[in-house]
């Protein structure tokens, strides 16, 4: 038996917006759109067509992101989208705030190499207001922390692990220059109620040399 063969799961808890017309975007990128192409009045059976960026609704960042010559999200080992994960609550954080070392260290102890890292700040419950896009955001010094701790996955409930609006991105220039993975735009953080057992499932679709991929992020509660 491998290792997963002997894992009792507990509990599935959904961490994904759905895909619709008005998943939430980072400004200026592509406007998603699903719409009905066949039905079975019609056609015998029922199709929808769906455009969406690469970078709509709950998703990952390839290193291609950042870096011409980064890593596609096609090429990532499908080992970075399953490990176990710590979440770190950050759900005091203002508009604009950083996600400092303090915040960071009581959790120290769990974070180990390959662990998956969430940022829970609530701030996906501003989606719909002017409040979503002055998010907090990851503190350039805590990427750095992380990388050295072999962290090799980030996640956030807001639209940008960076702050949203400026020039300079810290956290995705470090994370695309180590051939590592960010998630943002994830949501329902809160609802993970456990720290024991917590293991991350979030595979992207293999779409050929691409930056990223939209993505159906779930937390998954493992009895070893």
């Not at 953080?189 to 930056?211: N, S």
Request: glycine residues 6%.
């Amino acid at each position: 038996l491998t290792e997963v063969d002997v894992m009792k799961i507990r509990k599935f808890v959904d961490l994904s917006w759905e895909i619709s017309d008005n998943s939430p975007i980072y400004p200026g990128d592509p406007e998603p759109k699903v719409t009905t192409t066949h039905t079975i009045e019609k056609d015998y059976y029922n199709l929808s067509g769906v455009y969406v960026g690469t970078q709509t609704g709950t998703h990952v960042d390839a290193p291609y992101h950042f870096r011409n010559d980064g890593e596609t999200i096609d090429n990532m080992e499908l080992d970075f989208f399953f490990s176990n994960a710590v979440c770190i609550r950050v759900t005091d954080k203002k508009a604009n705030e950083k996600i400092t070392m303090e915040d960071v260290m009581p959790y120290d102890e769990k974070i180990t190499p390959d662990t998956i890292v969430l940022f829970n700040t609530n701030w996906y419950k501003t989606r719909g207001t002017e409040a979503f896009y002055n998010h907090p955001f990851v503190a350039g010094e805590v990427a750095e922390y992380l990388v050295e701790k072999g962290v090799r996955f980030i996640g956030i409930d807001t639209m940008n692990a960076d702050q949203s609006g400026g020039t300079e991105f810290p956290v995705h220039d470090l994370f695309s220059e180590k051939r590592l993975m960010i998630g943002e735009n994830w949501a329902y953080l809160d609802h993970i109620d456990f720290d024991d057992g917590l293991y991350i499932a979030a595979f992207p679709l293999k779409i050929q040399g691409t930056d990223g991929s939209p993505v159906r992020a779930v937390a998954i509660q493992i009895e070893e």
